[in-house]
Every structure is written in C-alpha cells, then in structure tokens.
C-alpha cells in the first residue's frame, strides 16, 4: 500500500513538475483553499466537490460515443477570450467493457487517436498504479488540439465501482488550454482527490 501511494505520490508530482515550476512544491496542493460546491446524482451515485464559482450541468442523456456515459460537466465562468477554456467531466462505462486496469488505460488512449475531432495527441505520462475514490485506477495525462484548440488533459479511471447493485467504470477528466491547465491544476487535483460513489438514494 506503501510502494502504491509513492508512485501514486511521485505521479502527481511528476505533473507538477511538468505543467510549471511554481507548481513543483506538492505543498501548492494543500494551501490552495476556495470555496467549493457538492455535485451529488442519485441515478449514478457520483459525488464531487467543485468550486463554487463554476457551473455543474448533467450530461447524461448526452450524445457521447458508445458505451461511454457523461454524467455531469464543470465549467468555470465565461473565459476573457475564446482561447481560455477548462472543464472537469465525469462518466462512466459498463463494468463490462474493461476487465483490467491496463485495458481500461488502453481503451481511453485509442478514444483519443481514432476521434477526427482530436489532432497531435501526446501522451505526457501514464500509469495503472494511480487512485480514484480509493481504488487502484490508471492516470494519463496528454496533450491534442480539439477542435482546432490545444489543450492539456489529466484524466483518471477506475472500475469496479458499485451504485444499486451495478458494478461500472468511471472516469474523471480535467481539460484546459495549457495556460490555464497549469494555473488552476492545484485546485482541480482536490476535485479529482474527491470524487467518490455513494450508494445512498
């Protein structure tokens, strides 16, 4: 358990790192405090802390490709300029799409490279020894331009998860133009860090 939170650890560092300099101390995380919001959807059993300035909207009658499912979509207040954009999304799939980790990790990048809509799809880093609503879940983080618009993306999966006797795999994704990925990333990790399942209806 140890050897997995130090690589989960080293993971999120390693982003730090990555993304900017002033982020690299992992103490950035804790003493970045804003007031937050609770999403809670009873039909999926997904609940997450947001800021409170952004907007949560569900998602699930969206038109998603198959068998992937949206649930809910944050979105901070309008940007300055069209060049500035985030979101956090969270989904799932049927727990019988994915039987491993790895397969799970596998599915999510061929997503990417085969969507027409994606462009210069990099990935940065990726694991399967990373955590998602306390289960063992795969990490990747990547760069494409969508849309015509480049963007860095951190995403994490995990399966296994029960909500009314249905056992599924979810997905948590935060995306933003690079700028902005790197400002507000701090902040965004507390949002991955506190997505769970609850099984009260």
């Known amino acids: 358990m140890t050897l997995s939170l130090l690589t989960v650890g080293s993971f999120i560092l390693s982003i730090l790192l990555i993304v900017s300099t002033p982020l690299a101390n992992a103490q950035t995380i804790s003493t970045i ?3 937050m919001k609770v999403y809670y959807n009873s039909t999926y059993g997904v609940v997450v802390q947001y800021p409170a300035s952004w907007n ?3 998602i699930s009658t969206n038109n998603s490709p198959s068998p992937f499912l949206g649930i809910v979509l944050m979105t901070p207040p309008i940007q300055s300029t069209s060049n500035e954009f985030a979101s956090v999304i969270v989904g799932l799939y049927p727990q019988s799409v994915n039987t491993t980790l790895q397969s799970f990790l596998d599915h999510s990048k061929g997503i990417r490279m085969s969507n027409s809509n994606t462009k210069n ?3 940065v880093m990726s694991n399967t020894n990373s955590l998602l609503a306390g289960r063992q879940a795969y990490g990747l983080l990547f760069t494409d331009t969508f849309h015509g618009h480049s963007q860095k993306s ?3 999966g995990t399966f296994g998860l029960e909500h009314g006797g249905i056992k599924n795999g979810y ?5 933003a133009d690079p700028i902005t ?3 507000i990333l701090p902040i965004m990790l507390q949002t991955i860090d506190s ?3 609850s099984n009260i209806s």
Do not use: D, Y
């Not at 997905?171 to 995306?175: D, E, G, K, R």
């Open 195 to 197: 997505f769970g399942i």
């Open 56 to 58: 949560a909207r569900n």
């Open 33 to 35: 405090t804003i007031p």
């Open 181 to 183: 990925f790197a400002k």
């Open 154 to 156: 951190l995403e994490f």
């Open 121 to 123: 799809f990099n990935i």
């Open 171 to 175: 997905v948590v994704n935060f995306s």
